[in-house]
């Protein structure tokens, strides 16, 4: 299919393009570790810190120091683990804790219990904090997928949106997914977000792809990387975020994350792996980076 973004950021008919992001900066001193190295040897196009957790100081303070490095904002309303949790910057007298005073573990409670007023007030806060921090943030996207509406239809897409269009930012959002086409009532929230999004003149993608987020207990590294490889052949024209969470697997990840370190391990590992990185440039994969679409909107709305 055509794509008019591809056509707005000038890239030749038929381009296909990819934006390879690591979620969770600062979620932990391993993730910061790996995501660091990855973006120092141009692996990865671009990343997104997690302000509220307990390691963003590091990945703040690192990418204020890097502003040629594309350095987003992944907003935040749970926090999934049981033993290494985060609360919100706007306190703990809201509609976004629960009974321990922390973000909920998951996004039902999110959608069901969270005032739009609470989410809007902490996003803006979240991406305050990076701004003060002396980031040059460079797009948003979503933790766990927190404002999407995906379980009860109930979204605050528009707090994003508003929040996205007031700073001049792009948003991690798909225009198709793949996996979806039979799903109509997917299809619709989609196409009815994405229309949110032109409203407010806030770019967004074409389309989001991963790969199986948790590893089966006996798949080994060459199984991920080479289902990694798969999913790049695949990609086809227009622009695909591609998002891994890639980290050190050690014993702080290992105490933190109730599941999925061997997984972010591998994912550390093939975003250097010599055969992954083959495999994009025998694609023709091109890269690019969400400062990319932030200009193209700052552009279109000047």
Known sequence: MSSDLADRLGLAPGA?????????FGMCHAANTAIVQLLDAGHIDSTTVMVPCAWAPEALAFAASRPDLDV???????????????????????????????????????????STDDVAAEIAAQL??????????????????????????????????????????PF????????????????AKLAEAAAGADAFGVEI?????????????????EQVRDGFIA????????????????????????????????????????????AVLQAIADEGLIRLGWRDLRDLQRRESA
Request: charged share 25%.
């Open 72 to 114: 987003g904002v992944h907003l935040v309303l749970t926090s999934e683990w049981t033993d290494y949790r985060w609360r919100p910057l706007t306190g703990t007298g809201t509609t976004l804790v629960d009974a321990a005073g922390y973000f909920p573990a998951g996004a039902l409670e999110i959608e069901q219990h969270a």
């Open 16 to 24: 296909r393009a990819v934006i390879i992001n690591a979620d969770d």
């Open 231 to 274: 999913l790049l052949r695949a990609v086809p024209s227009g622009v695909t975020e591609i998002y891994l969470h890639p980290m050190v697997d050690d014993d702080e990840l290992r105490a933190a994350v109730d599941y999925g370190a061997v997984k972010r391990g591998h994912e550390l590992r093939l975003l250097s792996d010599p």
């Open 128 to 169: 305050q904090a990076a701004l003060d921090a002396g980031v040059d943030v460079t797009h948003l996207d979503n933790h766990m997928g927190s404002v999407y509406g995906l379980l009860t239809g109930r979204d605050f897409l528009r707090p994003v949106f508003e929040l996205a269009a007031r700073h001049g930012l």
């Open 205 to 221: 993608i074409d389309r989001l792809w991963s790969h199986p987020f948790d590893a089966a207990p006996d798949e080994s590294y």
């Open 172 to 187: 991690r959002l798909p225009r198709s997914m793949e996996g979806t086409e039979d799903d109509a009532a997917l299809q």
